[in-house]
């Protein structure tokens, strides 16, 4: 090469460097730009409740401008005496209100200064019950609801007529909302969130407290925890997290924990996992439920089997939190992400590939339909978990649903319906049609006993 060609690759070497760097550049700001655009939260939206405890609950809801946000509230929607008011005009409202009684009904109606509309009969909250105290219970949970088609429409109102079919008296049709992550297909922005939530739910959305996992359609965008209040200082039970992506509540007697499976830290010395440890520790309730997005047991849209899927999530999730939860006697593990609805046996030290599933794996026997699973009172290790798959609100797709933990599969769309009263749980699949797919209980007895002897290898 003469030295004039040398120089003359060197030259266009890096004039093409440079024009690949700006382009890179251009690419990443229009990516930033489109990400931040995209989870700006816009438009009117009507009131929705979140964190609720014994004596407080979180109203929001938003404005077409900024605007002094009012509340009024009271025991009946003609008699909305307490008033609380924002102190700055936002568009993006939010009021706390506390001081409030356990269990107890209360009317509201939102507004601005001067312009706070009447009070109305089918706009109010309940607050949950005082931690540990047993009475019947009911939970809604939907799998993976990110969009409103024919079929969420189907599941919803499938879910309106078995309620209907198992009234409560004058207590609401079931007391918390609860999904298993992936709340705004396909990449989590105000506008996903608008169509599958706000606009398909506006009735329940504003007496029934809403608690999403975190998915990973959810992380595309920035609007999932803009749009969402967390009990992360413990205010409703349990150990204060600090974060918004992972926390625990107490609901009567049963305590729930919500982990963040796709982005933070999922080893076995991250603080979350050093947060649960704390956090189950500390919890004295009868049940305790636990929901994050990723299963640990699935062979459907993802193979819980493989590292690849996910990048890991999945087979994190059963490796390293698995053996924590079943160790401090987690009852009941939730989760989506398959599209599909998978119900194992109820297990115990199951942390490997599907291959290494054994039948002494099985605490109990039977499907746990006509004849409950038992377990004993008390947190007693490796008692036995139940893990659903519950990823089919909206989407179904397809898979060879043969993992061998599992004992019950469907290829149906459907939402889980849980019911606990005291030492009993028990839960309803309804698929769209209407019908329970499929039943499960669980029953605590101080006559149970339970080998506490540790999983082989472990």
């Known amino acids: ?67 002094v946000g009012v509340l009024r509230y009271g025991v009946a929607p003609d008699a909305l005496t307490e008033v609380v008011s924002e102190n700055k005009p936002v568009a993006v409202h939010q009021i706390r209100i506390e001081h409030l009684k356990a269990s107890s009904r209360y009317y509201y109606a939102i507004g601005a200064e001067g312009r706070v509309s009447p009070g109305r009969d089918d706009q109010w909250f309940v607050t949950s ?36 079919a198992h009234p409560r008296g004058d207590r609401p049709p079931f007391d918390l909302w609860l999904t298993t992550g992936d709340n705004g297909y396909t990449s989590g922005r105000d506008r996903d969130y608008q169509k599958a939530l706000f606009s398909a739910y506006p009735d329940l959305l504003r007496t029934i407290p809403y608690v999403p996992v975190y998915g990973n359609h959810d992380a595309r965008r920035l609007t999932f925890f803009r749009l969402f209040t967390f009990p992360e200082h413990g205010e409703a039970g349990g150990v204060p997290s600090g974060s918004d992506h992972y926390f ?33 520790a500390g919890t004295r309730q009868t049940w305790r439920i636990v929901l994050f997005h990723h299963p640990p047991y699935s062979r459907a849209t993802h193979d819980s089997d493989s590292f690849i899927d996910s990048l ?10 698995l053996p924590l939860l079943e160790a401090n006697g987690v009852d009941l593990v939730l989760t989506g992400h398959s599209h599909v609805y998978e119900r194992s046996y109820l297990l115990r030290c199951h942390y490997g590939k599907s291959n290494t599933f054994t039948p002494q794996m099985i605490v109990q026997p039977g499907d746990g339909n006509e004849t409950p699973y038992r377990k004993p009172l008390g947190a007693v290790p490796l008692s036995g978990t139940v893990y659903a798959v519950v990823g089919s609100t909206s989407n179904l797709d397809n898979g060879p649903l043969n993992h061998p933990a599992n004992l019950e599969m469907r290829h149906e769309r459907g939402s889980l319906m849980i019911e606990v009263e005291g030492n ?35």
């Not at 890991?312 to 939190?321: D, H, I, P, W």
Request: with cysteine.
């Open 248 to 280: 625990s509540f107490d609901y009567g007697n049963v305590h729930f924990i919500v982990l963040d499976s796709e982005d933070s830290d999922r080893s076995d010395d991250g603080a979350m996992m050093k947060w649960l440890r704390r956090d189950l």
């Open 424 to 458: 009993a749980l028990n839960a309803n699949f309804i698929n769209a049609e209407g019908k329970v797919s499929d039943h499960f209980a669980i029953l605590k007895s101080a006559d149970v006993a339970v080998s506490s002897a540790a999983c082989e290898g472990q």
């Open 1 to 67: 090469m003469t030295p004039n060609t040398s120089r003359w690759f060197t030259r266009w070497t890096r004039r093409l460097l440079l024009a690949l760097t700006f382009l890179l550049v251009a690419v990443g700001i229009g990516r930033v730009s489109q990400v931040w655009l995209e989870s700006q939260q816009s438009g009117a939206r009507g009131p929705y409740l979140q964190n609720v405890t014994p004596d407080a609950i979180t109203v929001r809801w938003q404005s077409d401008k900024a605007e």
């Open 129 to 164: 019950p005082p931690s540990g105290s047993v009475l019947p219970l009911r939970f809604w949970v939907q799998g993976d609801p990110g969009y409103f088609n024919d079929g969420a429409r189907a599941v919803r109102d499938a879910m309106v007529q078995w309620v209907k």
């Open 312 to 321: 890991g999530r999945l087979t994190q999730m059963r490796e390293n939190f």
